[in-house]
């Protein structure tokens, strides 16, 4: 939850939506035993955000890790998620951002 930039107001408040929606529906749905996460990745290469496109000057610079992330790491966070034994886990935003929000 953070903008690294002017002119992101509207995708900051995106972000933060999404992180008050997820924080109210674990306690609306929790009861029923149902569990809501977010996870916001930081910059991550695909076809559409390629590591070397025109944006990496910009965000590679900005992570602490200096390196996009790969698809493979938001899946595996997703696994965990959907996963045996993490039903204690809810109303979490999980970062998977290479440190961009450190």
């Keep these: 939850e953070v903008a690294p930039t002017a002119g992101l107001d ?3 408040m995106a972000k933060f939506g999404m ?3 997820t924080r109210a529906w674990a306690h609306d749905l ?3 035993g ?3 996460n977010c996870i916001q990745p930081g910059p991550v290469e695909t ?3 390629p590591k070397d496109g025109s944006l990496s000057g910009f965000l590679t610079p900005r992570t602490a890790i200096k390196r996009y992330g790969r698809v493979e790491e ?3 966070m997703v696994a965990y998620l959907v996963g045996a034994n993490t039903d204690n886990v809810t109303g979490s935003i999980l ?3 290479g440190g961009l929000s450190a």
Excluded: H
């Design 47 to 49: 076809d559409m955000n």
């Design 74 to 76: 938001i899946a595996e």
């Design 30 to 32: 929790g009861p029923q």
């Design 95 to 97: 970062n998977n951002d």
């Design 19 to 21: 992180a008050g929606l």
């Design 34 to 36: 149902i569990t809501v």
């Design 10 to 12: 509207l995708y900051s």
